[in-house]
């Protein structure tokens, strides 16, 4: 029922995102192609359709991550040490998990 909202809301997103200027014009235009992807159990979308819409959010995202990476503050050693205690819980939990 809410479908037609999130798909509006990329297109919206997109638009707020060129209009404040943290995303150029063809980084807000691949985000907006995400408004492509299809929603919900029974979809019944192609193979194609959803590789384009996830190229799309990752063409729009990625320089920004990238970016944030480059020029923004070096996380503290509390951080760091945060970091690797999750990456080894998860690690394990990749061996860990029950299998079905």
Known sequence: MLSGAVVAGWVVLAVG????????LGRSLCLAVV????????????????LIAAAGL?????????GLLRDGPRPSNR????IAVLLVLFVLGQFYAPRG
């Open 58 to 66: 990752c063409l729009a995202f990625i320089p920004l991550g990238v």
């Open 79 to 82: 951080a760091l040490c945060w």
């Open 17 to 24: 995102a060129y209009r404040s200027g943290a995303l150029g």
């Open 35 to 50: 408004s492509v992807l299809a929603l919900g159990t029974l979809k019944g979308t192609q193979i194609p359709q959803s």
